[in-house]
């Protein structure tokens, strides 16, 4: 069976950095909209179609949110729909800012 795997800011970099991997972010749209980690997706319930047809189910997925506790519920339900390598970032995208990891200003 496929768990939920807690990785630091750090790992989710490196990761992005040397393979394909999705990176959503799950936070609400006003904190994705002020800052966000570059090229992540914005993850919504509205936009998970627009994630479903982008991305394969065995590409890697990272998830930040806040703190790190939102996405673990994401994270639990995408390996419910058969995603089968999904990754939490400890912390979230405040420990992501804290490890001074790139973020960019505004929607892109």
């Known amino acids: 069976m496929t768990q939920l795997i807690d990785i630091s800011p ?3 970099w490196d990761m992005l950095q040397n393979q394909t991997c999705a990176l959503l972010d799950v936070r609400d749209w006003a904190n994705y909209s002020r800052s966000h980690i570059p090229e992540a ?4 319930n509205q936009s998970y179609g627009d994630f479903q047809n982008e991305y394969d189910y ?3 997925v990272i998830l930040v949110c806040y703190h790190g506790i939102s996405s673990r519920s994401v994270g639990t339900y ?3 729909q058969g995603y089968e390598q999904v990754y939490s970032v400890i912390g979230g995208f405040e420990a992501w800012e804290k490890a001074g990891l790139p973020t960019e200003q505004g929607v892109s």
Not at 41 to 44: A, D, E, I
């Open 58 to 60: 065995d590409e890697p």
């Open 78 to 80: 995408l390996i419910e």
């Open 41 to 44: 997706f914005h993850l919504t």
């Open 10 to 12: 750090q790992q989710a």
